[in-house]
């Protein structure tokens, strides 16, 4: 598959587009304004427990509260207490954990309000970024996300990507972890290190327990509220989760971006190192290689696919609902039940790359068009199910209901990305309605009055419209000449297509233009 990564950088954010074969199948945003990702660990301070939910905000020093349950502490959140107390009084120990002694584990159906207290500094690491009014979703499972291994403090377990299917591989993967991994440590390996040489993988744990170890240090200076770990930024850190052997080609517009990602690719993959370009062209670099394009076919209310199926999207706070139709989609010698079959698995195709796109998670909704024959509800799940496998986000897949419905939960870590593809009527100013016709000759004649008389223009040139200046000229004695006559001026009036049906424009003798 040729993969391709296209990067345009702007003053107010970063955009970031995934092309798979030329089309585009991921498109993620990061705002300059954003403060808060995925993975930033922050210390806080308890600012209000609720009893009645078993939970607490959290006081991060952002404008919004972060939030954590106490099943979101993690079953070793009293270690992590421990911890983050010795860290802050200097104990140089916990940087490797050699010697920590692990905390009993929480009960299951404990109470949040035995373990935090008001006013209390606690150690929480993102795990949803802000949503709409709601602030960050905090965790205590503490975890360090590398491009082959994910490190997990106080938890000594190996876990192996479910994705890696050999078990040769899985237990080869299992013995290499096992004779590098630090004590009191776990270890998560990630699908991509799948066929990875011990080299490989300790020098990418060994990043890991920097990280670690920057933790602990700038834990000794804080004193309230305040981030400590940032995550990478977000142009590398999709580098790191999405990046693999097959991407051919990564383009950047901006040149300390391009500094960047290649200092990254140079540093995890070196012989990478020359698919980074920095793009100079003058065409936007969206438009050069059509992801403009398709963010206006892909993103609205209603999404066409070529065969003529198109899907109707629509938003709600609670859910995402996507209705299939099936348009002209009519083929001779089809029946019924067969061509509901064909548009529903052309449509579970888009509705796949859609919900990576939109980065759509919750619950998702699917009318599908009715099918009688259970082996053609089955066939679709299947289908749906494969092409979901591309999907990196967590999800859930039930099989049709008797009313044709399928239903999908989808890994919800950051809002949805939604892109206005609309713009506002240049006539109506989107308020559906427009001037008379009749209005647009008054206010021409009311600004040419006020340059003949106020301005004393002697010589002046209106564009408009075509039908306005028909309307303008028609006849010998047009309104045209009317107007010269009655002003004593020398008038020219020109007709653009370009020009809307209530737009016009003055230019003075030398041809330039007149601001009114």
């Known amino acids: 598959m040729n993969k391709e990564l296209i990067v345009s950088v702007s003053d107010s954010e970063v955009q970031i587009a995934l092309l798979e074969d030329k089309q585009l199948v991921e498109l993620h945003k990061d705002k300059s304004g954003n403060k808060i990702h995925v993975g930033d660990i922050f210390i806080g301070k308890v600012r209000k427990i609720m009893p009645g939910l078993n939970a607490a905000f959290i006081d991060v020093g952002e404008d919004k509260d972060g939030f954590v349950h106490y099943l979101d502490l993690g079953q070793n959140y009293n270690s992590v207490i421990k911890y983050m107390r010795l860290a802050m009084n200097g104990d140089a120990s916990v940087k490797t954990l050699n010697n920590f002694k692990v905390e009993p584990v929480l009960e299951k159906a404990g109470n949040l309000s035995n373990i935090l207290k008001v006013g209390q500094l606690v150690l929480g690491q993102v795990a949803k970024e802000p949503i709409s009014t709601k602030g960050p979703k ?45 004590a009191n440590f776990g270890v998560i390996v990630r699908t991509i290190a799948e066929g990875k040489d011990v080299a490989e993988l300790d020098a990418d744990l060994r990043q890991l327990m920097a990280q670690w170890e920057m933790l602990t240090d700038k834990l000794k200076h804080v004193t309230g509220p305040q981030k400590i770990i940032s995550e990478l930024s977000t142009t ?119 919900l990576r796109l939109r980065d759509m998670g919750g619950i998702v909704i699917i009318d599908f068009i009715d099918m009688q024959k259970a082996e053609h509800r089955k066939q679709l799940f299947d289908v749906m199910s494969e092409e979901m496998k591309r999907d990196k986000a967590r999800h859930t897949i039930l099989p049709l209901s008797k009313f044709g419905l399928m239903q999908i939960t989808r890994q919800r870590v950051r809002p949805a990305i939604e892109v206005d593809v609309q713009e506002k009527c240049p006539f109506c100013e989107g308020t559906g309605t427009i001037k008379s016709s009749l209005v647009v000759v008054d206010e021409i004649e009311s600004n040419l009055r006020y340059l003949c008389t106020s301005q004393n223009e002697k010589k002046l040139t209106i564009i408009v419209h075509p039908y306005v200046y028909a309307y303008l000229t028609k006849g010998l004695y047009s309104i045209r000449r009317q107007w010269m006559w009655k002003y004593k001026i020398s008038l020219k009036i020109k007709s653009s297509e370009s020009f809307g049906l209530l737009s016009f424009k003055f230019l003075n003798a030398t041809g330039d233009e007149i601001s009114l």
């Open 236 to 354: 590398s850190a999709i580098l790191r989760d999405v990046l693999t052997d097959d991407f051919n080609a990564i383009y950047v517009d901006n040149e300390s971006v391009y500094q960047e990602v290649r200092q990254y690719i140079g540093s995890v993959m070196p012989d990478k190192a020359d698919i980074v370009h920095h793009y100079k062209m003058e065409t936007p670099i969206f438009e050069q290689f059509g992801v403009a394009r398709d963010i206006r076919r892909a993103f609205g209310r209603i999404v066409t696919i070529r065969s003529g199926v198109y899907l109707y999207v629509e938003h709600t706070e609670a859910m995402h609902v996507i209705d299939v139709n099936s348009g002209n989609h009519i083929k001779a010698g089809q029946g019924q039940e067969d061509t509901a079959l064909q548009v529903n698995i052309e449509s579970a195709k888009e509705i796949a790359r859609q």
């Open 138 to 182: 905090l965790t205590g499972d503490l975890s360090f996300a590398g491009r082959y291994l994910v490190l997990t403090p106080f938890i000594s377990r190996i876990s192996i990507s479910q994705k890696i299917k050999g078990s040769e591989e899985r237990g080869r993967l299992r013995r290499l972890i096992q004779s590098i991994k630090p």
